[in-house]
């Protein structure tokens, strides 16, 4: 009875940890159980509320699963035809060079119908943030074969696994655009386990940063789940996801400005 | 020494029952309900709420932020 009113006493507002942050809309998200869209969903928004730019951020909503995604957080957006999100930036961007612009987009989006607009978008330089959100497959449509499957990997289009020969190879499109001298930061981030999460959510905080630096485009591919897709259920999705997608699609930073790295050796040089 | 008592609030009707949090718990804090919310999922609840230290790793990986943790010093 001791424990009860005990834990009862915690909840107060002055103990309060961690809520789901005020620029997260009320609405019920429309994804499956499990799925990392939430996730980073959530962490991009607390990204904005703590650095004080809901009154500054436009983003530019893609299609595919996250295509609601103005629904869900509560700050200016466009909607983009089909893989068109980067272009849209762009110009927005250049329109409205105060505001923070940044677009959130899915693989069949980014790496299938918008290859283009990434890559040249990606090398002009444009100040812009873009996030990749990779699982592997076209969740919205139904499972089909995105560029982004793994070789072997099954899809409702590749039922037998995909044939590198008959398919090609996957793109690795983070890789692509690392090589570019239009970006400044890349890197490849997910959101299965807190600390994932965590990592992910300093990364997006870095990338906030270096646009006020107007440096050039900030990347950031969160490899990411889809347990419908997989048909497996959301914890067995994870540990696929680890066991297959982590050795194809290595987490970490990709490309990291020279500053920074000029910044860590000589740390490491001092405390050696 | 000072012990860190932690406690969550879960929205039931929002759950998915998608077991993240369950699997990320570190003190084995959180269960799935036996019985279903209003959409038909199995949602998550503090099964042992006496463990829960206040770490927010299951606030932290929940997709769809139903999570609430509170945390203090006893």
Redesign the interface.
């Known amino acids: 009875m001791a ?1 009860a009113t ?2 009862k ?4 507002p002055e ?6 942050t005020k620029v ?1 809309t009320d609405n ?2 429309s ?9 980073a969903h ?1 962490i991009l928004a607390e990204i904005i509320d703590e650095e004080g730019l809901q009154s500054e951020t436009i983003g530019i909503s893609p299609v595919g699963c996250s295509v609601l995604l103005y629904e869900f957080i509560d700050i200016d957006w466009q909607e983009a035809a089909h893989g068109r999100a980067p272009a849209l930036a762009t110009a927005i961007k250049r329109l409205l060079p105060d505001k923070f612009v940044f677009t959130y987009q899915g693989d069949g989006d980014l790496a299938a119908i918008g290859t283009a607009e990434t890559i040249h978008t990606c090398n002009r330089g444009e100040n812009i943030l873009i996030i990749f959100i990779n699982n592997g497959i076209y969740g919205m449509t139904g499972g089909q074969m995105a560029p982004t499957t793994l070789p072997g990997m099954k899809s409702s289009t590749s039922p037998y696994g995909r044939d590198v020969k008959l398919m090609g190879n996957p793109l690795k499109m983070t890789d692509i655009v690392a090589t570019l001298p239009g970006t400044y930061y890349v890197t490849r981030q997910s ?4 600390v994932n ?2 990592k992910t959510k300093k990364a997006i905080r870095k990338a906030v940063h270096y646009q006020k630096l107007n440096k050039g485009t900030c990347f950031i591919e969160i490899v990411s789940n889809c ?1 419908s897709g997989w048909k497996m ?3 067995e999705a ?1 540990k696929w996801m680890e066991a297959n997608m982590f050795p194809f699609y290595p987490l970490g930073d990709l490309k990291v400005p020279a500053e920074e790295n000029a910044q860590k050796t000589t740390n490491s040089e001092k405390n050696d | 020494m000072a012990k860190i008592r932690g406690s969550i609030v879960v929205e039931i009707d929002r759950c998915k029952g998608c077991e993240v949090c369950m699997v990320s718990c570190p003190t084995g804090t959180i269960a799935m309900a036996k019985e279903v919310n209003h959409k038909g999922y199995f949602y998550a609840y503090p099964a042992h709420p006496e463990l829960c230290i206040g770490c927010a790793n299951c606030a932290m990986v929940c997709p769809d932020g139903v999570i609430t943790v509170y945390k203090t010093k006893i």
């Not at chain 1, 103990?15 to 789901?20: A, D, F, G, S, T």
């Open positions: 424990q005990g834990i006493e915690i909840i107060k103990n309060l940890v961690y809520r789901k997260m019920i998200l994804y499956c159980p499990g799925c990392g869209h939430g996730t959530r959101v299965h386990t807190p999460v965590r347990p259920t959301p914890v994870n």
